[in-house]
């Protein structure tokens, strides 16, 4: 199931947070990668997270997959989380899509559903327009994609936005207001994501409108309606060169899409991969 490849420090947990059959270090080129997966023979969903999160981001979501029979896998990118650049093995800092391949190559899958939120949008898309022939359908969240802002026509923000506290650039004020528990544990994860001192990965490629229009891949977007940091509007300019894309607008979510409206998210998403 895992490869010919060793796992270090590979543990088996009776009530982990994401239910994980799995949750370790994979040793791939330039990092030993920290990856949950719940096994199972069923198709394998493969998350990506944001900027601000780490694997845990998705532990609100990965019940409902493997209840529908799915396999979830998720990992934290080189210098989140609990990922180790390991500058002995390969070079720095890589690509994400470039450790998502090593990863899915360690794990022997086939063809996989790829979910990718905000930060993770941009490798999702990096991934697909690099490997498509080893993706199902591709659902990509509350992104820029990686697009430079000035393909946007031009994009709006508050003045002094990026200087605001990351809650209040990236969750809804309904949330704050009512899940003081689920504020705290979004801070939490949020607290232990990037690495101090650790780079941001590039992307394997450019990423462009022209590059969009060649995706031919079953795609599902769903940007938030509350969300300051990529409102609605960068994701419909996404679909507009998006050949196979539906859209949808998630109702009360800013961009932490999947944490703040969970139920919303999985069913949408469930639904839409069942039919590929």
């Known amino acids: 199931m895992h490869g010919t490849l060793a796992a270090s420090r590979l543990t088996r947990s009776a009530k982990p947070k994401m239910q994980s059959a ?52 998720a990992f934290d990118r080189r210098g989140w989380g609990h990922s180790v650049a390991d500058r002995a093995s390969g070079p720095q800092p890589g690509s994400i899509a470039g450790d998502l391949n090593a990863l899915v190559d360690f794990l022997g899958l086939d063809r996989f559903h790829l979910v990718g939120i905000a930060g993770g949008g941009y490798a999702a898309y990096d991934y697909v327009l690099w490997h498509p022939e080893r993706l199902r359908s591709l659902v990509v969240a509350a992104t820029g994609g990686g697009i430079s802002e000035e393909e946007y026509g031009g994009r709006v923000r508050i003045p002094g936005f990026t200087a605001l506290p990351p809650e209040y650039r990236e ?48 795609t599902l977007m769903l940007p938030g309606g509350c969300d300051l940091t990529t409102p609605p509007y960068i994701m419909r300019a996404q679909k507009a060169h998006m050949p196979n894309a539906q859209f949808m607008v998630v109702p009360e979510a800013a961009h932490s899409v999947n944490w703040e409206q969970p139920e919303v998210f999985n069913r949408t998403v469930l639904d839409f991969i069942a039919k590929h």
Not at 46 to 51: E, G, I, P, W
Request: proline fraction near 6%.
């Open 22 to 73: 799995f949750q370790g270090h994979a040793e791939l080129p330039g990092v030993r990668l920290w990856y949950t997966d719940t096994g199972g023979a069923g198709v394998p969903v493969v998350f990506l997270h944001a900027n601000t999160g780490n694997s845990e981001s998705w532990e609100k979501n990965t019940p409902a997959f493997i209840a529908a029979g799915y396999r979830a896998i």
């Open 171 to 218: 969750v809804s004020l309904s949330y704050i207001a009512t899940n003081a528990d689920g504020l705290e544990r979004w801070l939490h994860i949020h607290h232990h994501s990037q690495q101090e001192g650790a780079p941001s990965q590039p992307l394997h490629g450019e990423i462009t409108f022209a590059k969009l229009e060649t995706i031919t891949m079953p």
